[in-house]
């Protein structure tokens, strides 16, 4: 597609249900990325992909979140037993590869809230 | 280490005035800089960067900033806001190294208000 497509744009659920929040990068793009933008709050790093690596799971809050990117290319983000700290808008970014780069395109994001 | 601080949580001017958002990073590297805006209800885009090129970037909507190392700064500015320039506007830096440490160091973000 001609850019980062994140699905659903808002999922509600309630507390304690896992959720699934899905991206799809813009094509070529090895890297990927996911944020959390709590309300009035700047953006927090989550995870990152980069090509075949071992992804950067650095800024993932707890272990109920996880997330996988299969054959390089479409990623899921899994909130589990979710919590409702978690509500937050989610956001994906993918970049090309190479040191000049890292211009980040951002999809839309995922609003979560969490009843 | 990288850093980056965003002086001012929220800004308003008038329509029409210059528009000044500020930016301090901190670097143990040349730096790689970045502002973008995210409009209400949308995702980030990319407003301009700086790669160790020309000290003042223009970028979309009339934006541009300066690079200055010796305050470690890299200001946003417009000479004239216009109502559609009202949005959140991020900060960011990384590191000029190559590599596989791509991570992006944001700013809080800065909440732009144009007053009629």
């Known amino acids: 597609g001609a850019g980062v497509s994140q699905s659903p744009s808002n999922k509600v659920t309630e507390k304690g249900k896992d959720v699934e929040l899905r991206c799809d990068p813009i094509?070529?793009?090895?890297?990927l990325y996911w944020y959390r933008q709590s309300l009035g709050q700047g953006l927090e790093f989550l995870i990152y992909f980069q090509g075949n690596s071992a992804p950067d799971k650095s800024g993932l809050p707890s272990d109920r979140f996880s997330a996988e990117r299969t054959g390089g290319s479409v990623s899921t983000l899994t909130i589990q037993r979710t919590q409702q700290e978690d509500s937050a808008v989610y956001l994906c970014?993918?970049?090309?590869?190479?040191?000049?780069?890292?211009?980040?395109?951002f999809g839309a994001g995922t609003r979560l809230s969490v009843l | 280490a990288q850093s980056v601080t965003q002086l001012g949580s929220h800004v308003s001017v008038s329509e029409g005035a210059l528009v000044l958002l500020r930016c301090n990073y901190s670097?143990?590297?040349?730096?790689?800089l970045f502002w973008y805006v995210q409009y209400p209800n949308q995702g980030l885009q990319l407003l301009l960067k700086?790669?160790?090129?020309a000290t003042l970037v223009k970028g979309i909507n009339g934006f541009e900033a300066e690079f200055k190392k010796s305050e470690t700064s890299f200001h946003l500015t417009k000479p004239s806001a216009h109502m559609s320039d009202a949005a959140e506007y991020f900060c960011a830096v990384r590191g000029g190294n190559a590599g596989n440490n791509r991570k992006l160091i944001w700013g809080l973000g800065t909440s732009l208000a144009v007053n009629p």
């Open positions: 094509s070529g793009h090895t890297a």
């Open positions: 700086y790669t160790s090129a």
């Open positions: 970014a993918s970049s090309l590869a190479g040191p000049a780069k890292n211009i980040q395109y």
């Open positions: 670097s143990s590297v040349p730096p790689y």
